[in-house]
């Protein structure tokens, strides 16, 4: 194979897909360090969040793009909304209770989708996009989109993360807890600051699947597990692994139809989850084992 | 001396059992108050009490006139105590600069004058600002420790074991830093299981036994006594 | 025997309960017992499912088959399969906080979906196994339906049975041990992972039982058959409002949501079809709804553990026996 096919068939979808992975698993790892449970909801959240931004095309007859920025925003507030009314008066209990609270937050999110939008596929645009062609390298515009808004967005949240004042106390509650306490820092603020990013994320990781892909009510709970695997895999807690996680998930994904057959294409997330497990739990950057 | 902190007749504890009984103690501004007394005394839990951390089921705690008995802890640290816990008591993942910018975390406004304060009480992390705390030596991360604490400028400081496990040069260095602390009007209270240095640095002190006031005074008095030094400071 | 008609669907329903009862307590023992989240219950009750299927159903062109075993082998043959599958996937997760057990467990079950749905040799894929018999199955249907309740509720009775019996032993008292203060127990000698695995594995049989109970029933399988996620989530509701760590608790759970859901389902039916279609994921919703509103107000559902008032238990602090998780162990802050 040359080079050329190799890029073109391989790694730049690897690498759309293990964006829109990327931004999926960065909110996953931000809620196991603060909040230390898993939330199952999160792929859910992210075709709510597609949906969303569907809806903001079709009523306010917005382009995609314009509706993307609505959609992070809507999602993460309804994030915030959904930590009120289902997860907080579970935080005294054993995190596991939130995670099968999470769960069913998950269900009724797609069942939500569902009833108001039904089960068929549908999609932002119509019609075929050409990818244009630079220098031997096909992609389509939306691809760079996906790409350019992904290095943007992890961008943006570094600068927050080391800059700002909330994104070190977001830093220190996920390093030390009590610490943080200790130090004045206000739980239940950069509780809701994580729900706000990780809403925020999700949106953008579903709608760029959307975009990629296809728009369908099930669209986010088949990218839970690859999200997840990649959370594991950089390092639970470590945003740089999460989205090094992403990208590896994302062409691995890919790759992996050269040595098992096309339908099982998925379960190579499994794979490297199960390989992470059981050889380094901690994964590549050394995060939280929980 | 009046005091600015004052426990009086405190009883707390965990869950179902008491640890601290009718426990009262005081310190004063610019004095270093020392907490002894053999294992399982419940000097620990004494400062843990003081700072919110266990259920107060009877008795008083007051910086001033304010009664903080009950508070949780980010309401005592807005109150002027800060609080250094024994162990995890850095945030070993961020640098050292870092670690004294969440200790400001309540602070509004420019606090670049707190900030040179602490690195002047450790100049040798003035160079490592930019290290993670958590590679730093045990010594150093009990400086960060300390610093984080003091950039709220608290009146009252809770120091829980500081020299534990430190080499004897490091345990030097945090005495004469608690020092020069106490010397800028803080009070400091402090537990520690090398009561003989303790007491040898302080100004006062208190011996407890099983959760219990057992003798007080002036630390080189504690010192002094035989009988003390025997039953309770490990002879 | 024409009232025997009248009585379908009642007894349709009440063999749903018993398969549904025999799932929830299979989660009961890996949850209510040992605090582990199983998320693709789904998973080992389609792997029973099909090995029961295969093992049962005739010879059919281009699949492996043929092997005409008896019922009673086919639900063995399931019952060890779910276990065998049990036992890796135990291995390497259980030794971290339920979350990483779920997400794999999750993983588990959609590759076997995939499974089912691709390999062709040993599933028939999409087009699934079919003319798997039942026993008895050859009476009139009314008739043969009232003998499979029986011997659906008999093997429900079995398996409660037993496995109330080991829950007031000292094999149960130890495993809620385990659950509680895992590390007290650990330094009681107590070898704490292979408990774990040990009740991994024995609540993944009862789930393959029951997917082998399933496919008897319908006489055919085919992967989209069942919703994993619809299976998987209506066995923890059933277990999380009934009262996990009590076994009475899930089979009532089993009851009340199994009817719930039904009912829900002829109410749906009566809407105009425009309707009909979307209240249907509705239904969904309110399933959904309702674990929210149990974790809530009732988390330690409606027959508690504490209902068995085991004088032995007393050496537990009174607030961990409730709340839906009686696990106090790993995951707590």
Known sequence: MDIHSFVNFFLLPGIVQGSIYALGAIGITLVFAIMRYGHFAHGDLATFGAFIALAFTTTLGLSPYAALPLAVVATGVFAIVIDRVFYAHLRALPKIITTIASFGVALMLRSFVQVVWGVNTTSYTRGITRPENWFGIRIKSHEIVTLLVAIALVVALHLFLTRNKWGKAMRAMSDNPELALFSGVDNAKVISLTWIIAGGLCAASGFFLGLNTELKSVMGWNILLPTFAAAILGGVGRIEGAIVGGLLVGIAEELSVLVIPGEYKVMSAFGILLLVLLFRPTGLFRGKVL | MTALLTMKNLRAGYGDADILFDLSMEVARGEIVAIVGPNGAGKSTAMKSIFGLLDIRGGSIAIGDTDITGWAPNRIVKAGICYVPQVKNIFSEMTVHENFEMGAFLRKGDYSAALDRVYRLFPDLKAKRKTTAGSLSGGQRQMVAMGRALMLDPQVLLLDEPTAGLSPKYMEQIFQISRDVRDSGVAILLVEQHAKQALAFADRGYVLAAGRNRHEGPAAELLADRHIAEMFLGG | ?333
Not at chain 3, 40 to 45: E, L, S
Not at chain 3, 57 to 64: D, F, K, V
């Open chain 3, 1 to 333: 025997m024409e009232w025997i008609t009248v009585l379908n669907y009642p007894i349709y329903l009440a063999i749903f309960i018993c398969i549904y009862g025999c799932l929830a307590i299979g989660l009961n023992i890996q949850w209510g017992y040992a605090g582990l989240f199983n998320a693709g219950v789904a998973g080992f009750f389609a792997i029973g499912a099909y090995t029961s299927a295969i093992l049962t159903s005739p010879w059919a062109e281009g699949r492996l088959g043929g092997f005409d075993m008896p019922f009673a082998v086919g639900l063995v043959g399931a019952m060890l399969l779910a276990g065998l599958l049990a036992w890796p996937i135990g291995k390497i997760c259980l030794r971290f906080q339920s979350d990483y057990l779920a997400i794999v467990t999750i993983g588990v079950a959609e590759g076997i979906r995939l499974v089912a749905r691709s390999e062709d040799w040993l599933t028939n894929s999409a087009r699934g196994i079919s003319g798997i018999p039942r026993p008895f199955g050859d009476l009139p249907y009314g008739r043969a339906q009232l003998i499979y309740l029986g011997i659906t509720a008999l093997i429900l009775l079995v398996a409660y049975v037993l496995v109330e019996r080991q829950a007031v032993s000292p094999w149960g008292r130890m495993m809620r041990a385990i659950r509680d203060n895992e590390s007290a127990a650990r330094a009681m000698g107590k070898d704490v992972p292979y408990r774990r695995l040990e009740a991994f594995i024995l609540g993944s049989a009862l789930m393959g039982l029951a997917g082998a109970l399933y496919v008897h029933l319908a006489r055919t399988i085919t992967p989209d058959a069942i919703d994993p996620m619809l299976v998987t989530f209506l066995i923890w509701i059933m277990v999380i409002l009934g009262g996990s760590g009590n076994n009475r608790g899930v089979l009532l759970g089993a009851i009340i949501v199994w009817i719930i859901w039904s009912m829900s389902e002829i109410v749906t039916d009566q809407l105009p079809s425009e309707y009909a279609l979307k209240a249907k994921y509705g239904r969904m919703f309110l399933i959904g709804l309702l674990l929210q509103l149990v974790l809530r107000f009732r988390p330690e559902g409606l027959l508690p553990e504490r209902l068995r008032k085991d004088p032995r238990d007393q050496d537990r602090p009174a607030d961990e026996k409730s709340a839906a998780s009686p696990a106090a162990g790993k995951g707590v802050n």
